[in-house]
């Protein structure tokens, strides 16, 4: 899956564009996270196509429980949603637990679907036209499960995936080494990377150029 990363553009001569990368770690900062770092490797590649951002651990949020935009008291969701409809791109980074996304990252999906009801003048969703990525970390099997299981809620929920629209790692089964504890990026997980961020830069700046019809 992975395909050789195309060569880096210009900054200068590209449209700027922006990205969130929501870390969906079931550990709060400043604890060392393997789906931080991946978010931010992800968040770099996307910076040699003239996309700019941020990495938001999520349970750095008091994001409630609820299907809604904002579930109220003190609720994080607004505030992060914000960031996402502001953004061209959107990261979800989540480990893999049991073979499946982190809980962090299903409260996330069930967060993003309050935006099925919210439409604009013409039927569409506010997030038609963003571009969505996914990287997953693991030290067990379950990695294209994961990705299927975010893709299918990002899509679902108006977001965009581009061809190789993904990254992963995952160690062997079973085993204790986390992918903050390795000593270099693999080269596979690197070329993946850089191939999902070039794709995902490409077709935000398509859909930014046109919009989808009306619903």
């Given amino acids: 899956m992975t395909a050789t990363p195309s060569t880096p553009t210009d900054p200068a001569t590209e449209q700027q564009l922006t990205a969130v990368v929501l870390a969906c770690s079931l550990k709060r900062s400043p604890a060392p996270s393997s789906s931080v770092l991946l978010g931010t490797q992800v968040l770099e590649a996307l910076g040699e196509h003239s996309v700019t951002g941020e990495v938001l651990r999520v349970v750095d949020h008091d994001v409630r429980f609820g299907v809604s935009t904002d579930e109220g008291d003190g609720?994080?969701?607004?505030?992060?949603?914000?960031?996402?409809?502001?953004?061209?791109?959107?990261?979800?980074?989540t480990p893999i637990w049991m073979g499946q996304p982190a809980s962090v990252c299903k409260v996330v999906l069930e967060r993003l679907d309050a935006e099925i009801s919210e439409t604009d003048h013409e039927g569409r969703m506010s997030t038609y036209g963003k571009v969505a990525l996914v990287a997953v970390v693991g030290n067990e099997d379950g990695a294209h499960h994961t990705v299927a299981e975010v893709m299918q809620?990002?899509?679902?929920?108006?977001?965009?995936?581009?061809?190789?629209?993904?990254t992963y790692w995952v160690g062997e089964a079973m085993q204790g080494t986390d992918y903050n504890d390795l000593e270099q990026t693999p080269e596979k997980t690197a070329g993946t990377t850089a191939t999902a961020a070039a794709n995902a830069a490409h077709l935000a700046r398509l859909l930014r150029a046109q919009q989808y019809p009306p619903a």
């Fill in 75 to 93: 609720d994080g969701w607004p505030a992060l949603r914000a960031k996402v409809l502001a953004a061209d791109v959107l990261v979800i980074a």
């Fill in 153 to 166: 809620g990002l899509n679902d929920t108006g977001f965009t995936v581009p061809a190789s629209g993904c």
